[in-house]
């Protein structure tokens, strides 16, 4: 029985090597290369990234993704400079660039940060200073919050809170 199996699984395997090596490997054509909803025009700039000129003129760039085909317009190297397209109230600039991801806005960088409102940040902040260490207390939901630092490890809103402490106490 077990050289009739034997038998049976050697020629099924030379049946096997003989049928793959007859079968001819298939060619890519280029046009099949393309991933659907990629014109057929277009040409292929970088391994998955090809490039199309519609009937406006407009050149667009696609991608594959695992979401599909993407599309978008190829950007110049003149309308990639962010643009100023308003100045608020208070005389903020605006910068607007398009994105692959929509449109982005973001406002001038000052030198001088703005000063930190600190009775917003920590409403009912209470500081303590004892020698080299200030003491800080706060009410929360779940009773009062204390914490403590020295005078060298503060952070941004600790120092106005101790600022604004001090200026409260040379008032009074």
Do not use: C
């Amino acid at each position: 029985m077990r050289l009739i199996f034997s038998l049976f699984i050697a020629v099924a395997a030379l049946a096997a090597e003989d049928g793959a090596a007859s079968k001819p490997t298939p060619q890519v054509s280029p046009r099949a290369a393309k991933p659907p909803g990629v014109p057929v025009d277009a040409v292929e700039i970088d391994p998955g990234i090809f490039r199309a000129t519609d009937a406006a003129g407009v050149k667009w760039l696609y991608r594959q993704t695992p979401f599909g085909v993407t599309r978008w317009a190829e950007e110049s190297d003149a309308t990639d400079v962010a643009k100023v397209l308003a100045t608020d109230a208070a005389g903020v600039q605006w910068f607007y660039r398009q994105t692959p991801f929509g449109l982005t806005r973001w406002a001038e960088k000052s030198d001088a940060p703005p000063a930190p409102d600190i009775d917003k940040i920590f409403p009912g902040l209470k500081v303590v200073e004892e020698g080299d260490i200030l003491h800080f207390e706060r009410p929360s939901p779940f009773g009062p919050l204390k914490w403590s630092r020295k005078k060298s490890e503060l952070n941004e809103q600790e120092k106005a809170a101790w600022e604004r402490a001090n200026s409260g106490a040379k008032q009074n």
